[in-house]
Nanobody, 122 residues
Framework: VQLQASGGGLVQAGDSLTLSCSVSRSVGSPKAMAWFRQAPGKDREFLTTISWNGKRVYYEDSVKGRFTVSRDNAKNTMYLQMNNLKPEDTAVYYC????????????????WGQGTLVTVSS
């Protein structure tokens, strides 16, 4: 399984941006996926997860109400719509697949993308 995140860039505070995560899977079926981010000098932060069929989602408080996760299994792609971006949202954003812990939401995943940089200027 290979994941590739894309869509990052430089935006201004208050702008919107949509990230994509494409999944290349030779075998197996869709699994739960998630978005994380890592700001400079900080630990990786879990943001949101979406179930394999897109019917169940979870958001951390830091992004709830501003970010929306979705997926299109026909396109093997997950999305992260980010609205009202703030300078503190500046980070490398990572997508991940295949939850490794029991229960919901899982914060441990087996496969990871390479990350895409989002920079929000004030």
């Amino acid at each position: 399984v290979q994941l590739q995140a894309s869509g990052g860039g430089l935006v201004q505070a208050g702008d919107s941006l949509t990230l994509s995560c494409s999944v290349s899977r030779s075998v197996g079926s869709p699994k739960a996926m998630a978005w994380f981010r890592q700001a400079p000098g900080k630990d990786r932060e879990f943001l949101t997860t979406i179930s394999w069929n897109g019917k169940r989602v979870y958001y951390e408080d830091s992004v709830k109400g501003r970010f929306t996760v979705s997926r299109d299994n026909a396109k093997n792609t997950m999305y992260l719509q980010m609205n009202n971006l703030k300078p503190e949202d500046t980070a490398v954003y990572y997508c991940a697949e295949d939850a490794q812990s029991l229960g919901w939401p899982s914060r441990e995943y087996r496969y990871w993308g390479q990350g895409t940089l989002v920079t929000v200027s004030s």
